[in-house]
């Protein structure tokens, strides 16, 4: 077996292939680094709380949308433990296919157009960020393997969902239940 096989499969240790234009992505046990697919645009965010909030896997139409997929898969976390290491970002702010009719605004690298994450009028003080821009793979399928599914009315016939994860038809948040008082 080699050595990336090794750390691919050991799922305590940190596995940072090379995906993209940058190669200095870390984990800790606690807080950890997304970054654009360019490499321009690097962020810490925590891996637990107080500010990691909520991980999840959305089927709405504009996430479809947004992200060129059938779904996207977040997590939550306090602006106030979000740091931006380097790059500047670009945004572009819309509520017309918002499900909750409230500003959602996309940051984004201006390079290459990863989308880092969004943050939304109707939840003050949180940043929804994307799995896929996280640098640990293995923390894909540990710390920020998704707790519940939301908008699975809109999910694609052929994806299932994911075993043994909340589902909920329509929003599993709401502006009167922010996402850390929802945790599941």
Request: aromatic share 10%.
């Amino acid at each position: 077996m080699s050595a990336t096989t090794t750390a691919a499969s050991d799922k305590t240790k940190s596995y940072i292939p090379l995906a993209g234009g940058a190669s200095d992505g870390w984990s800790k046990e606690d807080e950890a680094t997304a970054t654009c697919f360019c490499g321009a645009v690097q962020l810490a965010f925590p891996t637990q709380g107080p500010g990691f909030i909520d991980s999840f896997i959305c089927n709405c139409t504009d996430c479809r949308k947004i992200t060129a997929s059938m779904f996207a898969s977040n997590f939550v976390v306090a602006d106030t433990h979000l740091t931006h290491i380097r790059g500047e970002l670009k945004t572009f702010a819309q509520s017309r296919t918002i499900a909750s009719g409230g500003l959602m605004t996309n940051y984004f690298c201006p390079n290459c157009g990863t989308l880092m994450y969004r943050r939304g009028s109707g939840f003050p003080g949180h940043s929804i960020m994307r799995i896929g821009t996280v640098d640990d793979f293995n923390l894909h399928e540990t710390k920020l393997f998704p707790r519940v599914e939301q908008f699975t009315k809109d999910r694609v016939s052929w994806f299932k969902g994911v075993e043994g994860v909340r589902q909920v038809e329509g929003s599993a948040y709401s502006s009167k239940k922010t996402p850390s008082s929802s945790k599941v």
